[in-house]
């Protein structure tokens, strides 16, 4: 049985670092966002960066993992440089974002919210919403990256790189 993954991600002095990989699915104007029961902010789907894999294989893997479905993988679109303060601890976070196509749109379902096969530690149940492409300009809604409504408008204009600060 092979070794379980060892994420790209740690914590020295009061500060994290992470690197993760995340994929844009669109399906009839609505894109598949993910959150947390105890985050209320979506981020797109994928999950840490594995050593010794390449950004495709995390995503391919993050995928499997918690949708139980295989992936294309496209282009790269963004790029984002997080700094932020999460769960008390100064972090920063490199995240690359893909373009992906389901390889089977059947294989989960197409419509609504639904649970991850995978639940995170400490219990923290993950949900995958398909969220109107639209409501991400509505503010009562949180994505991240913030800037994801203009980002999505510009899937066709190459490689886009944020740079955040909270």
Known sequence: MPSP????????????????????????GHVLLQNTEREPGYAFPGGGAAFGETSAETLAREFREELGVEIAVGELKWVEENFATWEGVQAHQIVLTFAVELASAIAIPMEGRFKCLETRAGGNQVWFTWVPIER???????????????????????????????
Not at 7 to 27: E, K, P, Q
């Open 136 to 166: 991400l300009w509505d503010s009562d809604i949180t994505v991240y990256p913030h800037a994801a409504a203009d980002l999505l408008a510009k899937l066709d204009q190459g490689v886009q790189h944020i740079i955040r600060r909270e």
């Open 5 to 28: 993954p060892i994420d790209i991600t740690y914590t020295r002095d009061g500060m994290r670092f992470s690197y993760r990989v995340a994929g844009i699915v669109l399906h009839n």
